[in-house]
């Protein structure tokens, strides 16, 4: 059984930035591909970014590309997203996601995944 705990989110005005935090326990960290995907208010949940094990590739979706960065430290078992530039639209719940069979694909496709409680982040404008 893998527990995500995300950390990081909060009220910030648009154009400011946040790092969210994913601590992840009960496995091999290492070994995942990871995730976040994001929930706003009214909408379906939807996919934000992926890193593949040891981070060696990494996807995004079209509204975030060039100003969220995915990344991992394995030695301490975190996934972090740093997010850049935000904007109001950006405004949801950040679930943080693992496929303990290290498939990136499963990621980008939200199959078979653990999901963490999810932390939110509020950008006003």
């Known amino acids: 059984q893998v527990q995500l705990v995300e950390s990081g989110g909060g009220l910030v005005q648009a154009g400011g930035s946040l790092r969210l935090s994913c601590a992840a326990s009960g496995g091999t960290f290492s070994t995942y591909a990871m995730g976040w995907f994001r929930q706003a208010p009214g909408k379906e949940r939807e996919f934000v970014a992926a890193?593949?094990?040891?981070?060696?590739?990494?996807s995004y979706q079209d509204s975030v590309k060039g100003r969220f960065t995915i990344s991992r430290d394995d030695a301490k078992s975190i996934l972090y997203l740093q997010m850049n530039k935000l904007m109001p639209e950006d405004t949801a719940v950040y679930y943080c996601?693992?496929?303990?069979?290290?498939?990136?694909?499963?990621?980008?496709?939200?199959?078979?995944?653990?999901w963490g409680e999810g932390t939110l982040v509020t950008v006003s404008s």
């Open positions: 890193i593949s094990r040891l981070g060696m590739s990494t």
């Open positions: 996601v693992v496929d303990r069979r290290g498939n990136r694909a499963a990621v980008l496709a939200g199959t078979g995944l653990y």
